[in-house]
């Protein structure tokens, strides 16, 4: 059994989708159709039947999927320890980086970079939830994860901000100092993508605050969030460190309240599983270099310049 093969076919049940899986693994599409198919012929049987726009596993299928992850996660352990037997002296390490948190990423790159030049960094660029899948089956030693996470991952944290509302300047959010998030209900939101997992937060706020989101456009990138806010297509909710990015002359930015939406950006890997030297030699750059993300607004809320409050209503700090 052809260890490619298995892997494309885990990603497909994974994503639940030929296309997706495809654009996950860098590979076409007939590609991963190809590897799947042969797949199927070495075993025997089906593995899976589209039912709808589901896909769903057959006896064979669910077998091969749960063994699968088990020979994947073997796999990327027998690597990671083949890469320890020279103790740094050389190697490899990839790292999962979310899309939204490459930032708080940056400091501990560059220093493990000057301290183990010839140890070689992968970055694994994904959303958080397909970092923790990848953690969880082992196929990551380490991935910058969105908290809560599975109960099989530990976690060093490295940022709680909240996020804020980002709209254009002279909006009707100029003169208010925070937002609940119900006011938002009639507003076309630039949203996340639906792989990162600050998509399911938003959502799940926003039923919270009684209404669904009427989304016009997605990205996982913030920059590019803000460019379409600043385009007249909708507005966005951003971590606060990001606002602090952003012109006052061209934006407005509050804190969304009732609900406040956490970001809560952490290292995480696999708990009781093996992890490398480099992976603990990163963790330990990682702990070294964190205070200093102050440089970056990452452990400060960002300022701006908001209305007097009104008699009895004081400005609501950032937690």
Known sequence: MELRALRYFVEV??????????EQMFVTQPTISKMVK??????????????GRQMVLTDAGRIVYQRGQEVLAAYGQL??????????GRGELT???PPMGGSLFTPAIAAFRQRYPKVELKLFEQGSKAIEAALVAGELELGGVLQPVDELIDVLPMTRQVLWL???????????QEVPLADLAQEPFVFYGESLALNDVVLTACRTAGFAPTIVGRSGHWDFMAALVLAGVGIALLPAPYCRRLGAEQFTCRPVVAPEIPWEMAIGWRRNGYLSHAARAWLEVARETLPGLSTDNFTHPPTFDLPAASPGR??????
């Open 38 to 51: 042969s797949l199927e012929d070495e075993i025997g049987s089906p593995l899976l039947l589209r039912d």
């Open 314 to 319: 004081a400005t609501p700090p950032l937690k």
């Open 166 to 176: 980002v709209a254009r300047h002279g909006s009707r959010w100029d003169a208010l």
């Open 79 to 88: 690597q990671a320890e083949l890469n320890d037997l020279d103790k740094l």
């Open 13 to 22: 049940v994974r994503q639940q989708s030929f296309t997706v899986a495809a």
């Open 95 to 97: 790292i999962g980086i």
